[in-house]
T-cell receptor, first 109, second 117 residues
């Protein structure tokens, strides 16, 4: 059974304080690892997809990396508008998305 | 990114009534659509997968007679919660994926908050 574990559960940062969010996974036949952002009361918004170990993707203050066992979402100099829940998900041989519980990020001005 | 529209965003209904939720892919054809349920501070749980023109595949423990799914076209899927009860109150989210590969990205709707009184 595919599993995704995200840590920490919640993270509070000062504006400008860089940090990383961790996603550990076990999956049968990884077909893709996905990062989404979810604001309260909204559906997930797609951020990145990574397909193989060593791959990296970047968008504004966010950078996602992938190894064979985990993925990191690095946030550089965050702003209050980066506050949200960040979801990690994997797709394996069963073609279904398996989500972690998410990491709730709060960025204080 | 691709846009998925979900409607309504919020619905309040009496126990015993049925509620229909629509999910539309606005700028791409979705060969596969998914329906999820999310409880507070919990992850998204897949309820069912639907492919255009065929019957939906339900996850274990999801009652197919209670949660009716129709995927009538490449841009529209509907979820009908039949004879809703308070325990069906939840946040329902749909997603759409273009193409048949699991590598393709799922794009999500904004979700529907269902409250059953």
């Amino acid at each position: 059974e595919d599993q995704v574990t995200q840590s920490p559960e919640a993270l509070r940062l000062q504006e400008g304080e860089s940090s990383s969010l961790n996603c550990s996974y076990t999956v049968s036949g990884l077909r893709g690892l996905f990062w989404y952002r979810q604001d309260p009361g909204k559906g997930p918004e797609f951020l990145f997809t990574l397909y193989s170990a060593g791959e990296e993707k970047e968008k504004e203050r966010l950078k996602a990396t992938l190894t064979k066992k985990e993925s990191f979402l690095h946030i550089t100099a965050p702003k209050p508008e980066d506050s949200a829940t960040y979801l990690c998900a994997v797709t394996g041989a069963n073609s279904k998305l398996t989500f972690g519980k998410g990491i709730t990020l709060s960025v204080r001005p | 990114g691709a846009v998925v529209s979900q409607h309504p965003s919020r619905v309040i209904c009496k126990s015993g009534t049925s509620v229909k939720i629509e999910c539309r892919s606005l700028d791409f054809q979705a060969t596969t659509m998914f329906w999820y349920r999310q409880f507070p501070k919990q992850s998204l749980m897949l309820m069912a997968t639907s492919n255009e023109g065929s019957k939906a595949t339900y996850e274990q423990g999801v009652e197919k007679d209670k949660f009716l799914i129709n995927h009538a076209s490449l841009t529209l899927s509907t979820l009908t919660v039949t004879s809703a009860h308070p325990e069906d109150s939840s946040f329902y989210i749909c997603s759409a994926r273009s193409g048949g590969s699991a590598k393709n990205i799922q794009y999500f709707g904004a979700g529907t908050r269902l409250s059953v009184l």
